[in-house]
């Protein structure tokens, strides 16, 4: 998942694989839901910055509590893990959300996910150029349909059919993407997906507050009632309740159904199925928002997604 990714590496016991995709499906469904109302949120005035500010600020007191709760040992944490905690929750949760808030401010939510789901192809490329790691041939075949398909939704030969800086952002996400994968791949050896994702949120929160004060933030507007846009331009909710949705819903209880679904089928199996989240996004933001995607774009698309598969099953 772009906005919330899953954590890489941690096996699944296969005891009731069933359970395990169903638990994808919703999530990835509801991630999907997630960012049209993220898109409603940043029509309304507030900044791609700000949402991620609070987003990050509200995902972390949430799975801290819930670890406190359940798992209090698990926070613990030692001086060496330090530098890579701050890695992961700075050049990894901090810039993936703002990156992909900041990208579906600007391009339709299923184009801005497709690139971004670019990730895997950077993480493998990385492991066989950097890492020395054995990669599957179908890597090149995974580059040349992502190449070739984001050439289609972006058209280049029209010089660019779709927003400059959306589509930088989204490039830019990806690779930001990537970087949380490779990072929460070799911390998650030593500690589990739900306190490195809450030290990953608090260290984005951390980060963000000290780029944007909390004086600056506009608390003003969180009681104002605004439209939910497109079809659904007749209803109107306040600010603050789409902002609970967007930290409840599309990140606390999301990632609670991909760390149970790991349980069931292994991080490999979950990336494949958890593709589904830009066709949701677009199903979506087409019913609610009216977005539609060009027949050039709709080729992309596909040809995309078979690259994205092929990336996902080379490591």
Not at 6 to 30: D, K, N, S
Not at 142 to 149: E, F, V
Not at 265 to 277: K, Q
Request: one cysteine or more; hydrophobic letters at 60%.
């Amino acid at each position: 998942m772009v906005d919330l990714p899953y954590i890489p590496g941690e096996r699944g016991h296969q005891a009731q694989p069933a359970i395990g995709y169903a638990m994808v499906l919703v999530a990835a469904t509801l991630f999907g839901l997630n960012g049209t109302v993220s898109k409603v949120v940043l029509a309304s005035g507030i900044s791609s910055l700000e949402l991620t500010q609070v987003r990050s600020l509200g995902a972390c007191l949430g799975f801290a509590v819930a670890i406190a709760i359940w798992r209090p040992g698990a926070l613990r944490v030692t001086r060496h893990e330090l530098p890579l905690l701050v890695a992961f929750g700075v050049g990894g949760v901090a810039l993936v959300q703002w990156l992909y808030f900041l990208s579906i401010h600007r391009l339709p939510v299923g184009i801005a996910l497709l690139i971004q789901y670019l990730a895997p192809l950077i993480v493998a490329l990385f492991a066989h150029y950097v890492m020395h790691q054995p990669v599957r041939r179908r890597i090149w075949v995974a580059l040349a349909c992502s190449l070739a398909g984001l050439a289609l939704i972006v058209e280049v030969w029209a010089g660019g059919a779709l927003n400059g800086v959306g589509v930088v952002a989204a490039i830019g996400g990806a690779f930001a993407y990537a970087a949380y994968v490779l990072l929460a791949e070799r911390e998650v050896r030593r500690r589990d997906p739900g306190s490195l994702l809450c030290y990953g949120f608090f260290f984005a929160a951390l980060f963000w507050t000290i780029v944007h004060p909390p004086w600056n933030y506009p608390a003003g507007r969180l009681d104002d009632s605004v439209s939910l846009l497109g079809r659904l331009d007749w209803a109107h909710l306040p600010v603050w309740l789409l902002i609970l949705f967007v930290v409840v819903v599309g990140t606390i209880v999301t990632f609670f159904l991909i760390v149970g679904a790991l349980r069931h089928i292994t991080a490999t199996r979950l990336g494949i199925v958890a593709m589904l989240e830009p066709v949701a996004a677009t199903v979506v933001a087409y019913a609610w928002l009216g977005e539609t995607f060009g027949g050039f774009q709709l080729a992309g698309a596909a040809i995309v997604l078979a690259g994205i598969l092929l990336a996902q099953t080379a490591r």
